[in-house]
């Protein structure tokens, strides 16, 4: 049998979106192919079946959101600057109503931990690494001096996560951009507090 030939990471970006459109329960075979340009058959062969190409979209998210992440903080500019530049782009992700903004971690998190192990472990593990590059971004902008507080920086990392779900949450309901922005503003300062 011949392997179908395809650009995997397109394919795994186009499959993202289309879950982070409708959700994995929602999303159908006709939906991921018409995504993917890809016939029923050649997911199948390449990822098994949703869930395995589920599996693989979620890999390709934990590269491109940590690409994403390491370009906030390529710079010479003090980390402070750079975390908020980060989270001002959170806000426009948040406003931009683009399913290819949304977070696929959170969006499967939340309709999938209860009934499978392996990718709740799969989604923890990932967040748990992003909320830990946080934590290093702290405690290097504590370490320069910048960022003055006797505050833990893991805890800090908890807190920044925990604005920034919030946000996208809330994103959802009150897709405004002073609100959000104000919202944004003040998660920062109490982070920098």
Not at 80 to 92: A, F, G, H, P, T
Not at 155 to 162: D, E
Request: charged fraction near 25%.
């Amino acid at each position: 049998m011949r392997n179908a030939e395809f650009d995997k990471e397109k394919v795994l970006r186009s499959a993202m979106i289309a879950f982070m459109h409708k959700g994995y329960g929602k999303t159908s075979m006709q939906d991921l192919t018409k995504a993917t340009g890809l016939h029923p058959g050649s997911i199948y062969c390449a990822f098994g079946n949703k869930r395995g190409l589920l599996l693989a979209a979620l890999e390709q998210y934990r590269q491109d959101r940590g690409v994403e992440f390491e370009r906030f903080f390529s710079d010479s500019q003090p980390v402070l600057v750079q975390l908020k530049n980060y989270l001002n782009d959170i806000v426009q992700q948040c406003l931009s109503c683009d399913a290819s903004q949304s977070c696929l971690l959170t969006k499967a998190l939340n309709e999938m931990a209860e009934q499978d192990e392996e990718i709740q472990e799969i989604i923890s593990a990932n967040l748990a690494n992003w909320q830990q590059a946080l934590t290093d971004k702290f405690e290097q902008a504590k370490s320069s001096g910048e960022l003055l507080t006797q505050r833990d920086s893991d805890h800090l990392a908890r807190y920044f996560v925990m604005g920034i779900y919030g946000l996208r949450t809330f994103a959802h309901t009150h897709p405004k951009e002073d609100v959000l922005q104000q919202l944004a503003d003040q998660l920062y300062q109490d982070v920098c507090a």
